[in-house]
């Protein structure tokens, strides 16, 4: 899988969208049915590794008691700026080119797979405050490309980012507990971090935690839960998902049956390239035609 990248800095903004960790949502035609399993994706080295690829853009949450990127490093250029007037000595020197250190020439630095150029400046973007920062590290831990690679240390990073604000860092940590990346799986602590980061908006992690209670895996068999979550990711624009939440309303599965939000559903998955919802939607059409002429 490529790694594609943004230079926004919000969630939703840049030119592209950044392929992070993830649930692919895998609903085979044949099996629809069949909630979506968590798949990793492969790397675009072809290493094995739990990520896609680091991050360019920020989805930091909203939160009072951590700053911003922006906030970190202003407040880490303001301490380190030489006085006005005096001689730049070599403190100051090293002080000027730490400032002139950003998640684009760090990301540049990656992408020209100078790694340890960039696994140097993530790391002085994460002792600024920027959760970005931690997390690429992290992703280069994993990925097996920092000079000494250690998962243990990723996962430091990832919660570090976590408690940044940062919600594909909670998407990563969930990924990281059930792949069991420091040797045993924990569905438990999986499923928690996935619901941290469904809370905040990520799609992708709604899918987890609907699947989660879907299973049974890593949380109670819970098809209402289910259903809830699913719909928080058909909302989100999921085809899978819309697929999954419609069929759950045409049976009655977790939910009071109703077949016209089914079809509302299925329309949904078929307007994203989903062939099976298309038949789904003709189907429906033809039983809401046949229920309205019986009465």
């Known amino acids: 899988m490529a790694a594609r990248f943004s230079r926004g800095g919000s969630r939703g903004a840049g030119r592209a969208q950044m392929i992070v960790l993830g649930m692919l ?4 035609a044949s099996a629809r049915s069949e909630p979506p399993q968590v798949q990793a994706p492969s790397p675009i080295d072809g290493r094995a590794s739990l990520t896609a690829s680091l991050a360019a853009s ?25 006085n006005p007037g005096s001689k730049a000595g070599p403190a100051n ?8 250190i950003t998640l684009e020439t760090a990301l540049a630095a990656y992408e020209q797979r100078r790694w340890r150029q960039a696994e140097r400046q993530f790391g002085e973007l994460a002792a600024r405050g920027e959760a970005l920062g931690d997390y690429n590290l992290a992703m280069m831990h994993l990925r097996r490309e920092a000079a000494r690679p250690d998962l243990a240390l990723a996962q430091q ?8 604000g940062l919600v594909r860092a909670e998407l990563s940590l969930g990924q990281f507990y059930e792949e069991g990346v420091l040797g045993r799986r ?21 899918v987890a935690v609907g699947t989660a209670f879907y299973l049974g895996r890593g949380a109670p068999l819970d098809m209402a839960q289910a259903a809830r979550w699913y719909r ?39 307007s994203n390239g989903d062939l099976a919802a298309k038949a789904k939607v003709k189907a429906l059409a033809e039983a809401l035609s046949a229920e309205a002429a019986a009465i």
Request: proline share 3%; charged share 20%.
């Open 186 to 206: 924990d569905l438990v602590q999986a499923h928690a971090w996935y619901l941290k980061a469904a809370e905040h908006g990520s799609v992708d992690a709604q």
């Open 93 to 100: 020197g090293a002080a000027a080119a730490n400032r002139a």
């Open 25 to 28: 949502l895998a609903v085979a």
């Open 232 to 270: 928080e990711a058909a909302n989100g624009g999921d085809e899978g998902a819309q697929y999954l939440i419609a069929s759950m309303y045409e049976t009655g599965l977790g939910v009071d049956r109703d077949l016209r939000l089914a079809s509302y559903w299925y329309a949904a998955a078929a």
């Open 58 to 82: 920020s989805d930091q949450r909203a939160a009072s008691d951590s700053p911003g990127p922006a906030s970190a490093v202003e407040a880490a250029s303001s301490a380190s700026a030489p």
């Open 157 to 164: 990073l990832l919660k570090r980012a976590s408690e940044r």
